[in-house]
């Protein structure tokens, strides 16, 4: 018999390790991602060729036109590095040559290069707090890796390996190419850092030089961006889910975050996974991207399955999301800016990097499909309203049935009248084959909701709820799922915030709420005035944000 | 319920292990594509590179000067093996943190300066 409180504490650990699991993952993000970033020599290391505040400005200081300047463009705003602190130099007790012996890539003993600078600034009086990703400078470089929580660099780092590292602590991984073939390096899998228009494919990107700030790399691709909450849902275009299945569309440059038109669109084609699809970018070369090499339509398609590691060429135990940049494999090895694949043509149509405006058409009747578990209801030949087998047999019943209960030599409604007790069905206008009220009525019912079966009604992206959870809407991207009646009041709050400002502004400026009231900061800037108990409820929900999600590695 | 205790202690040995052996993320190397790209927005033009596991050797010119670099495919390291000074001194501001100088570079004979070309100002990316 096992003890009841050994019991309790063996199922706490449980809880505690499932938790910790997921540590990792937050998304959808935004807020202050906090580094520590710790700057250690060697004992015989000569004078590091940059001070405490040359850091500062690379790493963490808005309008320097380094890394935070980075992030908060490529985010469009959507993440600061508010709390981030550099500390050092400090001298490790330890030679250049004892430090380098830990080994490298492969070596268990590699992270120590790591632990090493992070206990002599503990034993400094620093202490990285446990929310702070711990980012490793040394001088000389003498390794460059990450892992989640942390990173060790040189101190020739650019800020593109930075970011890099920085984005697989909020849990972004690394872009891939549909090429079969391509390896990278050794410890790659097929297709994996091919997409050079995208950061998580450090080092292999366009990348363009800063000089003092080094190399650093393009922005992220639009998945990466979608992923992490980082798009408005406007500018998001979701083929399919208005029943239109030819369209055209304008897609903006990545690039311009502030001009009209969509940065992505998403063309599900997959009835068995509605996180399987394609989306489509357009990318100029400038600002952060103007390493590339020239304008150009993308098309990524993201899927969840194995790797196959380049090594060997095994297959991974586990699947997992990503992207894959549709490129040709030879040749020029250009990104592909039309398609024909698995149901869905995309075709470019005009794009001019002057203007960021790329016009692409997109043609499918794959989100027309039904999602699993459901069926064409058939009524007609082209019904395709989406509804389970069980109903569609019982339609099909129906239509057999259909003449028998006609009113023999027609009636007030034609020859078509139906007898006493049974009414048209009206899936169509055109629809006279007799039925029950009742099945009238369901049809109806059917047809009202006939969108949410289809995979183009039914794909809502990476950040899809679970089941009881809604988007929060606190603003135009917000993904944070809550129950229906905080969004409610969420909703409520947007309406009643100006109200709650204090007239005429006060001690935090124009926005300064009133009395009893405080800035609901769900997202950085969110300035809504609403109580103390608001703002908390937001703050948790944005905590477990991750955890609401319907597929969590989507 | 020995089951779940079973379950819940593999768990946490898991857990355990996983936390003294992180999976550390690798860094992509880059290509010979990208390596020429890099090089072109430096204003050189490539010849040839000769990849070598994480390093790359390039012979390049820049306005007509050959030279040789040593790149680091992981990082963003830049040593310069060989060429005249105009070109190390272009380099030099260019890379002002990367740029590496070599030995051999460091004893080659100092040839006159010419004109250099002023590379355009650095400042951040401008995003409408």
Redesign the interface.
């Given at each position: 018999m096992i003890n009841h409180a050994v019991l309790k504490l063996l199922v706490l650990c449980c809880i505690l390790f499932a938790t910790s699991v997921e540590a990792g993952e937050q998304r959808p993000f935004r807020g202050a991602v906090k580094l520590s970033v710790l700057l250690c020599k060697y004992k015989d290391s000569p004078t590091p060729p940059n001070n405490k505040q040359f850091y500062e400005d690379l790493l963490i200081k808005i309008g320097s036109g380094g890394h935070a300047d980075y992030w908060d463009d490529v985010s469009h705003g959507s993440i600061t590095l508010n709390g981030s602190v550099v500390k050092g130099w400090y001298t490790l007790n330890k030679t250049i040559a004892e430090s380098q012996a830990y080994g490298g890539g492969g070596s268990a003993d590699r992270r120590k290069k790591h632990t090493d600078c992070v206990d002599k600034a503990k034993s400094e009086g620093y202490t990285p707090p446990a929310d702070h990703t711990v980012v490793v400078i040394t001088s000389p470089g003498i390794d460059t890796f990450g892992f989640d929580g942390g990173a060790f660099l040189a101190d020739d780092a650019g800020i593109g390996v930075i970011a890099h590292e920085v984005g697989h602590g909020i849990s972004l991984q690394h872009s891939f190419s549909d090429d079969p073939n391509h390896c990278n390096a050794i410890w790659a899998s097929k297709g994996e850092y091919d997409n050079q228009w995208d950061m998580m494919s450090y080092s292999d990107v366009w990348a363009q030089n800063l000089g003092n700030f080094g190399r650093t790399g393009p922005g992220l691709n639009a998945y990466h961006l979608d992923r992490m909450g980082w798009l408005d849902r406007n500018r998001i275009y979701r083929f399919g889910a208005n029943g239109n299945y030819d369209e055209t569309i304008t897609l903006t440059a990545l690039t311009r975050p502030g001009e009209r038109g969509y940065i992505t669109a998403r063309i599900p084609f997959d009835t068995t996974d509605l996180n399987h699809y394609y989306t489509v970018e357009y990318r100029v070369p400038e600002g952060w991207d103007g390493g590339i090499p020239g304008d150009t339509v993308m098309i990524n398609e993201v899927v969840n399955k194995k790797f196959r590691k380049c090594s060997d060429n095994s297959l991974s135990t586990n699947s997992a999301y990503r992207s894959y940049l549709i490129r040709n494999h030879t040749g020029n090895r250009l990104p592909k800016e039309s398609i024909n694949l698995n149901g869905v043509r995309i075709d470019l149509v005009s794009k001019d990097a002057s203007t960021g405006k790329a016009q692409v058409r997109i043609r499918s009747t794959r989100p027309e499909y039904c999602i699993q578990g459901y069926v064409w209801r058939e009524a007609q030949p082209d019904d395709k309203v989406c509804v389970t087998v069980a109903r569609r047999t019982a339609v099909k019943q129906e239509n057999t049935m259909g003449p028998s209960r006609r009113q023999p030599g027609g009636g007030a409604y034609g020859p078509d009248t139906c007898r006493q007790g049974y009414v048209w069905r009206e899936s169509k206008p055109n629809d006279h084959v007799c039925v029950t009220p009742a099945s009238r009525t369901k049809v109806k019912q059917e047809n009202a909701i006939a969108w949410e079966k289809r995979i183009g009604g039914a794909t809502y992206g990476p950040n899809t709820c679970k089941q009881g959870y809604v988007w929060r809407e606190a603003d135009k991207r917000d993904w944070v799922c809550v129950t229906p009646a905080r969004r409610n009041e969420v909703k409520e709050e947007n309406r009643l915030g100006p109200s709650r400002r204090q007239p005429g502004g006060g001690a935090w400026g124009p926005d300064t709420c009133r009395q009893g009231y405080v800035w609901r900061n769900a997202f950085p800037n969110d300035h809504t005035c609403v109580s103390t108990t608001s703002r908390t409820k937001a703050r948790n929900e944005n905590e477990v944000a991750h955890s609401r999600l319907a597929n969590k590695g989507a | 319920?020995?089951y779940?205790?079973v379950?819940?202690?593999l768990?946490?040995a898991n857990?355990a292990a996983f936390a003294h052996?992180?999976?550390?993320?690798?860094?992509?190397?880059?290509?010979e594509?990208?390596i020429r790209?890099?090089l072109r927005?430096?204003g050189m033009q490539p010849q040839t590179i000769t990849m070598n596991k994480d390093k790359a050797t390039v012979k390049a010119t820049l306005d007509g000067n050959p030279v040789v670099l040593e790149l680091d495919?992981?990082?963003?390291?830049v040593k310069f093996v060989s060429g005249n000074a105009t070109v190390k001194s272009f380099l030099k501001?260019?890379?002002?943190?990367?740029l590496k100088i070599g030995r051999a570079a460091l004893l080659r004979p100092i040839t006159p300066m010419k004109t250099v070309p002023v590379?355009p100002a650095?400042?951040?990316?401008?995003?409408?």
């Amino acid at each position: 018999m096992i003890n009841h409180a050994v019991l309790k504490l063996l199922v706490l650990c449980c809880i505690l390790f499932a938790t910790s699991v997921e540590a990792g993952e937050q998304r959808p993000f935004r807020g202050a991602v906090k580094l520590s970033v710790l700057l250690c020599k060697y004992k015989d290391s000569p004078t590091p060729p940059n001070n405490k505040q040359f850091y500062e400005d690379l790493l963490i200081k808005i309008g320097s036109g380094g890394h935070a300047d980075y992030w908060d463009d490529v985010s469009h705003g959507s993440i600061t590095l508010n709390g981030s602190v550099v500390k050092g130099w400090y001298t490790l007790n330890k030679t250049i040559a004892e430090s380098q012996a830990y080994g490298g890539g492969g070596s268990a003993d590699r992270r120590k290069k790591h632990t090493d600078c992070v206990d002599k600034a503990k034993s400094e009086g620093y202490t990285p707090p446990a929310d702070h990703t711990v980012v490793v400078i040394t001088s000389p470089g003498i390794d460059t890796f990450g892992f989640d929580g942390g990173a060790f660099l040189a101190d020739d780092a650019g800020i593109g390996v930075i970011a890099h590292e920085v984005g697989h602590g909020i849990s972004l991984q690394h872009s891939f190419s549909d090429d079969p073939n391509h390896c990278n390096a050794i410890w790659a899998s097929k297709g994996e850092y091919d997409n050079q228009w995208d950061m998580m494919s450090y080092s292999d990107v366009w990348a363009q030089n800063l000089g003092n700030f080094g190399r650093t790399g393009p922005g992220l691709n639009a998945y990466h961006l979608d992923r992490m909450g980082w798009l408005d849902r406007n500018r998001i275009y979701r083929f399919g889910a208005n029943g239109n299945y030819d369209e055209t569309i304008t897609l903006t440059a990545l690039t311009r975050p502030g001009e009209r038109g969509y940065i992505t669109a998403r063309i599900p084609f997959d009835t068995t996974d509605l996180n399987h699809y394609y989306t489509v970018e357009y990318r100029v070369p400038e600002g952060w991207d103007g390493g590339i090499p020239g304008d150009t339509v993308m098309i990524n398609e993201v899927v969840n399955k194995k790797f196959r590691k380049c090594s060997d060429n095994s297959l991974s135990t586990n699947s997992a999301y990503r992207s894959y940049l549709i490129r040709n494999h030879t040749g020029n090895r250009l990104p592909k800016e039309s398609i024909n694949l698995n149901g869905v043509r995309i075709d470019l149509v005009s794009k001019d990097a002057s203007t960021g405006k790329a016009q692409v058409r997109i043609r499918s009747t794959r989100p027309e499909y039904c999602i699993q578990g459901y069926v064409w209801r058939e009524a007609q030949p082209d019904d395709k309203v989406c509804v389970t087998v069980a109903r569609r047999t019982a339609v099909k019943q129906e239509n057999t049935m259909g003449p028998s209960r006609r009113q023999p030599g027609g009636g007030a409604y034609g020859p078509d009248t139906c007898r006493q007790g049974y009414v048209w069905r009206e899936s169509k206008p055109n629809d006279h084959v007799c039925v029950t009220p009742a099945s009238r009525t369901k049809v109806k019912q059917e047809n009202a909701i006939a969108w949410e079966k289809r995979i183009g009604g039914a794909t809502y992206g990476p950040n899809t709820c679970k089941q009881g959870y809604v988007w929060r809407e606190a603003d135009k991207r917000d993904w944070v799922c809550v129950t229906p009646a905080r969004r409610n009041e969420v909703k409520e709050e947007n309406r009643l915030g100006p109200s709650r400002r204090q007239p005429g502004g006060g001690a935090w400026g124009p926005d300064t709420c009133r009395q009893g009231y405080v800035w609901r900061n769900a997202f950085p800037n969110d300035h809504t005035c609403v109580s103390t108990t608001s703002r908390t409820k937001a703050r948790n929900e944005n905590e477990v944000a991750h955890s609401r999600l319907a597929n969590k590695g989507a | 319920m020995k089951y779940l205790l079973v379950l819940c202690l593999l768990a946490l040995a898991n857990h355990a292990a996983f936390a003294h052996c992180p999976i550390e993320n690798r860094i992509a190397l880059r290509s010979e594509a990208v390596i020429r790209n890099d090089l072109r927005q430096l204003g050189m033009q490539p010849q040839t590179i000769t990849m070598n596991k994480d390093k790359a050797t390039v012979k390049a010119t820049l306005d007509g000067n050959p030279v040789v670099l040593e790149l680091d495919r992981i990082g963003d390291g830049v040593k310069f093996v060989s060429g005249n000074a105009t070109v190390k001194s272009f380099l030099k501001n260019k890379l002002p943190r990367s740029l590496k100088i070599g030995r051999a570079a460091l004893l080659r004979p100092i040839t006159p300066m010419k004109t250099v070309p002023v590379a355009p100002a650095i400042r951040r990316p401008v995003l409408n």
